[in-house]
């Protein structure tokens, strides 16, 4: 996808960093735990029936970036020749405010598809 669209706009695009999602998720506050703040989002992320949210319902962080975790799980870049790809943010899907943390990670099978895991791309300005 992300070839893809570099190609078709002539662009840098590309999935970012695990680095690079942590800090856009806590918008540059160190050590933020929820991309909605603070307080455990329990009762208000986690929503396993409902299924993701539309890109701008709710409320954006500090940097305007919206769901950066508990909508859906999100693609990072993976290390060059590896089998598996990072996985951030937590879904829709989980039963724990605690996989819906910033630093909550997993790693998927490149193959892996299913619909509480999506990505977010990076455009690289010259």
């Excluded at 695009?13 to 998720?25: S, Y």
């Excluded at 933020?32 to 890109?55: F, N, T």
């Excluded at 701008?56 to 975790?69: A, E, I, K």
């Amino acid at each position: 996808c992300c070839r893809w669209l570099s190609e078709r706009y002539g662009l840098a695009i590309r999935l970012p960093t695990v680095d690079e999602w942590e800090i856009a998720a806590r918008a540059g506050v160190r050590g933020l735990p929820y991309s909605s703040g603070w307080a455990d989002p329990a009762g208000r992320v986690v929503m396993a029936a409902e299924g993701p949210k539309a890109v701008n319902d709710g409320t954006p962080n500090r940097w305007g970036l919206w769901h950066m975790s508990g909508n859906v799980a999100e693609w990072c870049r993976a290390e060059a020749g590896a089998d598996t790809a990072p996985v951030v943010g937590g879904s829709w899907a989980e039963r724990d405010a605690r996989w819906v943390r910033i630093s909550h990670r997993m790693a998927l099978p490149k193959t892996y598809r299913d619909g509480d895991v999506g990505f977010r791309v990076v455009i690289d300005m010259p």
